[in-house]
């Protein structure tokens, strides 16, 4: 550790990292654009200046520096003095902000970024009301860059981060700065667009409205949206995210900083993989089937059903004929209390973990350059197969992998089975549904109809994972918590309330007390992995 | 004082001077023997230091100490040449390369030496078509001769030299621009520190000096370094070419010792021989655009590299002086330096790539004569804002571009008012009107009081 004086505060801090950082991370607000903690140091924005104690170089007496040095490349030193709070400081802070906005057309309105734009609250903050420009703005009209990425270039502030972003982490460099001085503009080469898959990310960075999603394009203004704490399901990576809603409704899925896992990345094939929460297919009431007859229960009533249609079961053929498939999909809470009930029902259960979806191999980025991974987009389409594990591993008793089930179930081992999906895509198979039916009675969990509900005698609508919350273990086995964002689709129920019920608790789910349940077999569960929050003026 | 024997162009007129057999007759190549074969890098390195040898480039910088800047320990250096002059009004280089190719590559032998260079590169503005091939041909001549390669003048010494054409760009000039451009990228000056004697060309020591430095060290070898401080002023040795343009009778290229006034220059038999048509001279621009103007009344400044300060320039520059006449209009003036550094800003810095444009803005405004009293503090701001204060910006553009135009608002505010006066006030609302009618009609507010922003609650 450091210590540093920052306007007559003495601050510690780590050693190495720019003044910048460590001034933001002791709760200091310095305006920057072009900084950012994952990128390269370019020094080109200006706003960040500070001034620092250097000896004089003739009397050799420490005094305040006759140049403004740029506070993200200054590295800390301890005992170091700086301070912001000086006139040059000021001053140079207001006459960027003026400068910024000579050429910008101010055109918050209908600008997506309104209201979490830095380039608003740098000017309200450290800028001027008006404008001494009375000449015409330069104009420059808005390009389309990718699919997914629309460019406003007269909003741009050069800060050129985006341009980084394409060179260091992605790698494959498609954006690039053409032309001169304040003509210069951020673009793509003719016939070479902006397709990686960790474009979504240039919009996040971008500090102004100029790189826009062309998804959440004039959806939503961005102070109606509330942020949840969430882990994308989308991969075994298992990068933190934002959920933004709005009434019930996701409208986008940013990355939330998680160092040593996607740190502030994540690809685009999570970031716009939400979709399905709001199809219109989904499952939406209990279904209960009594040979042709359909009965649609209330909710209260699962439990009753459940206990004793297993209990028959367990009575007539045996309590191994029992199956419970455990989707990598599930929270590692509710997987839990599903298989404590299907144990505490019949002991000798069969507990089977349900398909991993894989698709082709890891994608490793940077792509072109060479530089280790800076992010993964891993093959493992499903955010929780190592918790699953633990969770069988824990249980114990008999186990066997899908196959085997599949190829047992065909061969009517099995009289009963509580199979879970909540796959975003299809997921049964024919041979997997003519297995299937091959068992007496199924109780389906899914998002989906699919030859599994049909055939279920009792169909139990699931819930997406950003109605639920719970934790999921990523592929290096760290346990990550998220929040339910969003209340369940009408005529559903959040899965850990019922299956919390069905284990026999009183109250309400709650998953970090299922958690603390959990770590008394399973201390593992003990320990979270929940990451440092940014600070709060850091972009 | 007497007639002042060329030194650096002293092989100027000669025939064939391009060729290697004419300058090896004239003396040439002896220096860089005798330094190559007799003397070690370090002393070299202080021969020059003692020279009083300040870099040509512009800013002055002794040459000899920025050689020392290198860490003993290195296994590559390279060495930049900067023949990427792009100063406006200087053609100094320019004259050099064509007329005298091999004294640039003597310099270089010994400067190369001087700072154990594994490879030279010249860059070269990509303007300098008929020089580069003029380059070209005494490289290979030289290669030829085993000047350079391998085993140089039979000792171990061995040293690469490339010519490299840049894409024509100002800030090209730079050094660590010249480095980025000379790497393949996009002509942005780099952050420092790592200065370019540490980190520089493929993140290897490098140096970066003018064209006409490395001149001037054959003959400091060759005459010796008392010779050469005898020239000049005091702290400003040597030789200096001064370019002349403008509307005087003999508008060229000079060698004279450093600390010649601009009156001289000008008016000087030797020089510009005084103005055309009988006009008389309303200011000059004594060192490339960049220093900043010397009204007429300032001309007997001496062009050395502390005097010019005394004026409120930036520094002598690169010594091409540029002649206002009186019957050019200060406005066009302005509008035409001001639009120069707009459209050369390489838009990496805010102040430079915002202040630029937006000064050329008001200077064309005013020139086209819808300018208000206003306008001039305002550009006078901007240029406050955007160069004089130090470390605002990644290199010295911006200060570049603050100096003349500063300058000439202060200098010539007088003429700047009476024509602001004597324009049509209709004219000059409609205009203003018309360029941005939400501003114009807003009522002016005043600019926020200071307060205390940013720190922590």
């Known amino acids: 550790m450091a210590k540093i004086i920052v306007d007559g505060r003495e601050i510690e801090c780590r050693e190495r990292i720019p003044v910048l950082y460590a001034a933001l991370e002791a709760g200091w607000d310095i305006p920057h654009y072009c900084y950012h903690p994952g990128l390269d140091v370019v020094a080109s924005c200006r706003l960040c200046l500070m001034e620092m104690k250097m000896p004089h170089p003739k009397t050799k007496e420490m005094d305040w520096s006759p140049k403004l040095l740029p506070s993200c490349q200054t590295p800390v030193k301890d005992g170091m003095e700086v301070r912001f709070n000086s006139d040059r400081v000021r001053d140079n802070r207001r006459d960027c902000m003026e400068y910024y906005l000579l050429n910008h057309p101010l055109d918050c309105p209908v600008c997506d970024q309104a209201g979490e734009c830095w380039l608003q609250d740098y000017s309200r903050k450290f800028g001027e009301a008006t404008s001494q420009m009375v000449e015409a703005k330069n104009v420059n009209p808005k390009k389309d860059v990718g699919s997914k990425t629309l460019l406003y270039q007269d909003r741009c502030v050069m800060c050129s981060r985006c341009v980084r972003f394409c060179d260091e982490i992605a790698g494959t460099g498609e954006l690039g700065i053409v032309n001169r001085g304040s003509k210069s503009e951020i673009d793509v080469f003719p016939g070479v667009p902006l397709e990686n898959e960790l474009q979504g990310n240039v919009v996040d960075i971008c500090p102004v409205g100029a790189l826009l999603d062309k998804d959440f394009l004039m959806d939503q203004r961005v102070w109606f949206l509330k942020s949840s704490d969430s882990v994308c399901p989308g991969c075994s990576t298992g990068c933190a995210i934002h959920v933004d809603h709005n009434r019930d409704q996701v409208w986008r899925l940013k990355p939330r900083f998680n160092p040593g896992v996607n740190d502030w990345w994540m690809c685009d094939e999570g970031r716009f993989g939400w979709k399905y929460i709001h199809d219109e297919r989904r499952l939406d009431r209990l279904v209960v089937r009594r040979g042709a007859e359909i009965e649609y229960p209330d909710w209260s009533a699962l439990d009753e059903i459940a206990r004793i249609r297993f209990g028959t079961v367990v009575k007539d053929d045996g309590e191994e004929k029992v199956a419970g498939v455990l989707s990598p999909f599930m929270a590692c809470e509710e997987a839990w209390l599903l298989a404590r009930f299907i144990r505490e ?6 507990l089977v973990m349900g398909p991993v979806p894989t698709e082709g191999e890891d994608k490793l980025f940077p792509q072109n350059n060479g530089d280790s991974a800076k992010f993964t987009i891993r093959s493992e389409k499903c955010p929780n197969r190592r918790g699953i594990e633990m969770i069988l591993k ?11 089930f599949v190829k047992k179930a065909g061969q009517s081992e099995f009289a009963a089975a509580w199979v879970v999906g909540g796959y975003p895509g299809e997921w049964v198979t024919k041979e997997f549904a003519s297995s299937l039916a091959k068992v007496k009675m199924v109780f389906a969990q899914d998002l989906f109809s699919s030859p599994l509900t049909e055939a279920a005698e009792v169909v139990i609508p699931s819930c997406s994972w950003a109605e639920r919350s719970g934790c999921f273990v990523n592929h290096e086995g760290k346990i990550q918590p998220f929040e339910a964002a969003i209340a369940p689709l009408e005529g559903c129920q959040r899965d850990g309330n019922y299956l919390f019920a069905l284990s026999g608790e009183s109250g309400l789910y709650n998953a970090s007390r299922v958690r603390a349940m959990m770590a008394e077999v399973m201390p593992e569960f003990g320990k979270l992995h929940v990451p440092p929050s940014l600070p709060k003026h850091a972009h | 004082m007497a007639k002042f024997e060329p030194v650096l162009l002293k092989n100027l007129g000669v025939e064939g001077s391009r060729t290697l057999k004419v300058y090896r007759s004239r003396g040439g190549y002896a220096a860089a023997e005798k330094v190559i074969k007799e003397m070690t890098p370090d002393t070299v ?18 040459a ?3 050689w020392s800047f290198l860490p003993p320990e290195r296994k590559v250096t390279y060495f930049c040449i900067n023949a990427d002059e792009s100063e406006p009004g200087t053609y100094c280089n320019r004259v050099l390369m064509e007329n005298d190719p091999h004294q640039l590559l003597e310099g270089i032998l010994i400067a190369g030496f001087a700072t154990k260079t594994t490879v030279a590169y010249i860059y070269m503005r990509v303007e300098f078509h008929e020089q580069f091939h003029i380059m070209q041909t005494a490289l290979d001549e030289a290669y030829k001769a085993g000047l350079f390669g391998k085993k140089i003048f039979g000792t171990d010494l061995s040293m690469e030299c490339y010519i490299h054409r840049g894409a024509g760009a100002y800030v090209c000039g730079e050094e660590t ?22 980190e520089g060309v493929f993140q290897k020591p490098t140096v970066v000096n003018n064209v006409e430095t490395l001149c001037c060290l054959p003959h400091i ?32 290229c000079f060698e004279a010792p450093l600390g010649i006034t601009c009156r001289d220059l000008i008016f000087g038999d030797d020089f510009g021989q005084g103005m055309l048509d009988g006009r008389k001279v309303k200011g000059c621009i004594p060192g490339g655009l960049s220093v900043g103007v010397l009204t007429e009344a300032e001309l007997d400044c001496k062009l050395d590299f502390d005097d010019v300060r005394n004026y409120g320039l930036l520094g002598l520059g690169t010594a091409g002086a540029i002649v206002i006449p009186d019957d050019a209009d200060i406005r066009q003036v302005l509008a035409n330096i001001a639009r120069f550094y707009s459209s050369e800003s390489c838009g990496q810095c805010t102040q430079c790539r915002e202040g630029t444009n937006w000064m050329y803005k008001i200077a064309l405004r005013i020139a086209l004569g819808a300018g208000r009293i206003s306008d001039l503090d305002l550009i006078e701001n901007i240029t406050n804002n955007m160069g004089m204060m130090p470390g605002l910006s990644i290199c010295g553009l911006p200060d570049g571009a ?14 700047f008012e009476d024509h602001i006066r004597r324009q049509d006030p209709g004219y000059t609302k409609t205009v203003l009107k018309r360029l941005n009618p939400a501003v114009y009609e807003l009522p002016v507010l005043g600019r926020r009081p200071e307060s205390l922003v940013g720190q922590p609650e």
């Open chain 1, 394 to 404: 824990n249980a114990g008793g008999p186990s066997v992998s899908f196959e085997d």
């Open chain 2, 402 to 415: 603050a100096f003349p135009i500063r300058t000439i608002v202060q200098k010539f505010r007088g003429e």
């Open chain 2, 45 to 62: 390195i202080e021969s020059v230091k003692a020279s009083g040898l300040r870099g040509r480039g512009g800013a002055g910088f002794p």
């Open chain 2, 221 to 252: 070898f060759e005459r010796g370094v008392d010779w050469f401080k005898s020239i000049g002023t005091e702290n400003s040795t040597g030789p200096k070419l001064y370019t002349i343009s403008g509307p005087v009778k003999r508008p060229s």
């Open chain 1, 345 to 350: 029902i019949a002991p000798k259960a069969t």
């Open chain 2, 177 to 198: 621009g010249l480095i980025e451009s000379l790497e393949g990228k996009r002509g942005w000056p780099r952050i420092k520190p790592p200065f370019p004697a540490i």
């Open chain 2, 64 to 66: 000899g100490m920025k």
